[in-house]
Nanobody, 121 residues
């Protein structure tokens, strides 16, 4: 079983910064893509940023130029540096990881528990 534990959420004023972290633990062969999503009340979960095992990244248009995703493969951790935060960024952020099982070598997607980000105006 794989666990993803997020940290770094909180309350910040508009224009401020936060850094989210998500660490994967458990038994697995490797981690392919790691992503950050967000979901507001009554809204669909949307992809904020993703990073492949080799380091290529992609971003939602709404966060390009403000957010940066990175990963430390040695620590099985993905980060989301969020700068120039806006009130509309307020919501719960979730990390996910596509993991290659060391048992059957299939890929499975796991999710973190979510971390609240609140940006005050």
């Amino acid at each position: 079983q794989v666990q993803l534990v997020e940290s770094g959420g909180g309350l910040v004023q508009a224009g401020g910064s936060l850094r989210l972290s998500c660490a994967a633990s458990g038994s697995f062969f490797s981690i392919a893509a790691m992503n950050w999503y967000r979901q507001g009340p009554g809204k669909q979960r949307e992809l904020v940023a993703g990073i492949a095992q080799g380091g290529s990244t992609n971003y939602a248009d709404s966060v390009k130029g403000r957010f940066t995703i990175s990963r430390d493969n040695a620590k099985n951790t993905v980060y989301l540096q969020m700068n120039s935060l806006k009130p509309e960024d307020t919501t719960v952020y979730y990390c996910s990881a596509r993991v290659l099982s060391d048992i059957d070598f299939n890929e499975y997607t796991y999710w973190g528990q979510g971390t609240q980000v609140t940006v005050s105006s």
